[in-house]
């Protein structure tokens, strides 16, 4: 009877299935992501998550849309209805970082017991009021993760670290310079 | 009697308030935002967005924590509980895009009766998998808009359009590099 190896809740026999998957046909790792928004008033907007593109075709993994409430605080003009964009980047990093500690630290036999990030990100608004000075997005993010493990050394969790920082998309994505097409459409 | 001046949910007066106050005194465009994430198992982690630092000073500007759930696709070794952390990037852009829009567009007096946006990235997964290859976030990211004013003209929106992109906090974060900083603290 076959067993499936599942640590921290990761099932690593899919996992080193997928990655003998890819490198039998490398478009299995080809992926287009998306989300949606419509605006509802001040800085208020709804925000829709829900089909990706996977190896050339649209997935209909997802039975329902993830829906998200953006918005800004009143001192940025807004009524609190949901978190802003700046900070959901921010969100963003800690839960890619998550993913990676985890699903690498399952692949090496670790077992995690706990795992938290904070990220912040400084901000100066100059620019977005069109006053000029300093770029328009974060300065500098910083991140801070605390993890433990059963089984694995301090220095196997740096190590670990390190190599989700290096494979780590969405840190890829804010440390370097992505192209970023821009086209709008006035309608009637 | 003062009336206040509100176009699209915005509040004018404020907004033209604010860039005065900054123009006065520089250290009120100064922020520092902030997430929290939890890992509860697999690729499903709970993440917080409350507090952010704003002129030297922590707001109390929101009674409670947002609470997002991330999570990946089935096909991601996830099980849905919520979108995954690129997904996340590309719904910031969204949201920020439009903010930036309906502010500026209320700052300069376009009644703005719809807008949407739709966002997609592309990612390859190699490097992730530590299957080496192309880098590991996106390689390019593409935005569309559809807006509808009652009295902004087609030129209007275009230029407005492409200042958004200009002064946009998250465009910038993702156009251009932002440094990084990662600490992690091994827990006992």
Redesign the interface.
């Known amino acids: 009877m076959a067993t499936i190896t599942v640590r921290?809740?990761?099932?690593v026999d899919?996992?080193v299935g997928?990655?003998g998957a890819?490198?039998g046909n490398?478009d299995i790792?080809?992926?287009?992501?998306?989300?949606?928004?419509?605006?509802?008033?001040?800085?208020?907007?709804r925000?829709e998550?829900k089909e990706?593109e996977?190896a050339g075709a649209t997935?209909a993994?997802?039975p329902a849309a993830?829906e998200?409430m953006?918005d800004?605080?009143?001192?940025l003009?807004g009524t609190?209805a949901?978190?802003?964009?700046?900070?959901?980047?921010?969100?963003?990093?800690?839960?890619?970082?998550?993913?990676?500690f985890?699903?690498?630290a399952s692949a090496k036999g670790y077992d995690?017991e706990?795992?938290?990030?904070?990220?912040?990100?400084?901000?100066?608004?100059?620019?977005?009021?069109?006053?000029g000075?300093p770029?328009?997005?974060?300065?500098?993010?910083?991140?801070?993760?605390?993890?433990?493990?059963s089984n694995a050394t301090?220095a196997e969790?740096?190590d670990l670290?390190q190599y989700v920082?290096?494979?780590?998309?969405?840190?890829?994505?804010?440390?370097?310079?992505?192209?970023?097409?821009?086209?709008?459409?006035?309608?009637?």
């Open positions: 921290n809740g990761v099932n899919q996992l997928t990655i890819v490198q490398a790792a080809e992926f287009t992501f998306r989300a949606k928004s419509a605006w509802e008033t001040g800085g208020r907007n925000g998550i990706f996977h997935t993994d997802r993830f998200l953006g800004e605080p009143p001192v003009l609190n949901g978190p802003n964009a700046v900070e959901l980047v921010l969100q963003a990093l800690a839960f890619c970082y998550a993913v990676g985890v699903y690498n995690i706990e795992l938290r990030y904070e990220v912040e990100g400084d901000l100066d608004l100059h620019r977005f009021l069109g006053l000075g770029r328009a997005g974060f300065s500098q993010i910083r991140a801070k993760g605390w993890v433990r493990s301090a969790l740096e670290c920082q290096d494979t780590s998309p969405v840190r890829d994505i804010l440390a370097a310079p992505v192209p970023v097409q821009t086209d709008l459409v006035v309608l009637d």
